[in-house]
């Protein structure tokens, strides 16, 4: 018997890190023109912006299907192994459940679900740890006790560069994401209890609005978990992030500065260039 570590595709963690520790990743699904692709695996985020631009919306998203959890689960199931899985926040998606309802009709009692109540990498600093205390010897049962009572601590946040893509998707108004655009407004969406909302409003170019938004997370940085944090973006503009690696570098806190690149789900809704940090606050 083993602990498999498994997680959806919205966790945006690099091939090398889910190598690293054999964890399983579940692709959620991009609709576009009535068909539906599989999350990094069949379509990449460029194709996607280009659909968007050239259909003037954005693609809609679904949960993991069931046959994927046949194919990648099952095989697990008749080992009789563990699998915990880490999924994206179940206010943003009907992943977890789905996970739920698999295990239920197989009738099997070694599945345990996590909502994560997070995103991208605020998914993945739950995944890594969960696969570093299975790496140290933990039980599952300690296992899933320590990643749901620190998903609280885990702090998501991104800078988004376009409001066009969140107009498409509904989630500002068509009017609004103009305005914006034309007075170079750069909000900063924060992740709280699974729910994501904007925290924040920059004005100016990316490279100032990053600025502004690295000295508004100093503080709490400077009361991270040292282990790791990640720096990821969705084709993100070079200079934007090297700024955000130098800064974090600058503080001599952390052991790891990791840089991941957001899939095509976290993608379709925020629009290219976009870029967060994300970690762990001690408790």
């Given at each position: 018997m083993a602990i498999r570590i498994v997680s959806d595709s919205t966790s945006d963690l690099s091939k090398e890190q889910i190598d690293r520790y054999g964890i399983t990743i579940l692709p959620l699904c991009i609709i576009m023109d009535g068909k539906s692709y599989y999350d990094w695996e069949e379509i990449t985020p460029t194709e996607i912006y280009a659909w968007a631009d050239a259909n003037k919306t954005t693609p809609k998203t679904a949960a993991v299907t069931f046959e994927i959890l046949e194919q990648r689960l099952t095989p697990m199931m008749e080992a009789g192994d563990d699998i915990i899985f880490i999924?994206?926040?179940?206010?943003?998606?009907?992943?977890?459940?789905?996970?739920?309802?698999?295990?239920?009709?197989?009738?099997?009692?070694?599945?345990?679900?996590?909502?994560?109540?997070?995103?991208?990498?605020?998914?993945?600093?739950?995944?890594?740890?969960?696969?570093?205390?299975?790496?140290?010897?933990?039980?599952?049962?300690?296992?899933?006790?320590?990643?749901?009572?620190?998903?609280?601590?885990?702090?998501?946040?991104?800078?988004?560069?376009?409001?066009?893509?969140?107009?498409?998707?509904?989630?500002?108004?068509?009017?609004?994401?103009?305005?914006?655009?034309?007075?170079?407004i750069h909000p900063m969406i924060s992740v709280v209890d699974g729910?994501?909302?904007?925290?924040?409003?920059?004005?100016?170019?990316?490279?100032?609005?990053?600025?502004?938004?690295?000295?508004?997370?100093?503080?709490?940085?400077?009361?991270?978990?040292?282990?790791?944090?990640?720096?990821?973006?969705?084709?993100?503009?070079?200079?934007?992030?090297?700024?955000?690696?130098?800064?974090?570098?600058?503080?001599?806190?952390?052991?790891e500065i990791c840089e991941t690149k957001a899939g095509g789900v976290i993608s379709s809704h925020c629009g290219p260039k976009t870029i967060g940090i994300l970690y762990y606050v001690k408790e």
């Open positions: 999924g994206i926040s179940e206010d943003m998606s009907t992943t977890c459940n789905v996970v739920r309802m698999f295990a239920d009709e197989h009738e099997y009692k070694r599945l345990f679900v996590i909502n994560s109540e997070n995103l991208s990498t605020g998914i993945g600093l739950q995944v890594l740890k969960a696969a570093e205390m299975a790496e140290a010897g933990s039980s599952t049962e300690e296992i899933v006790e320590a990643i749901s009572a620190a998903r609280g601590r885990v702090r998501a946040s991104f800078i988004v560069d376009t409001l066009t893509y969140l107009a498409r998707g509904g989630r500002c108004k068509a009017t609004t994401a103009f305005l914006g655009n034309a007075l170079k729910k994501m909302g904007v925290a924040k409003k920059y004005r100016g170019n990316m490279i100032s609005s990053m600025e502004h938004y690295m000295a508004d997370l100093a503080e709490e940085l400077n009361n991270a978990e040292t282990k790791r944090v990640f720096i990821t973006h969705s084709q993100g503009d070079p200079a934007t992030v090297e700024r955000a690696r130098a800064f974090l570098s600058g503080m001599n806190r952390f052991e």
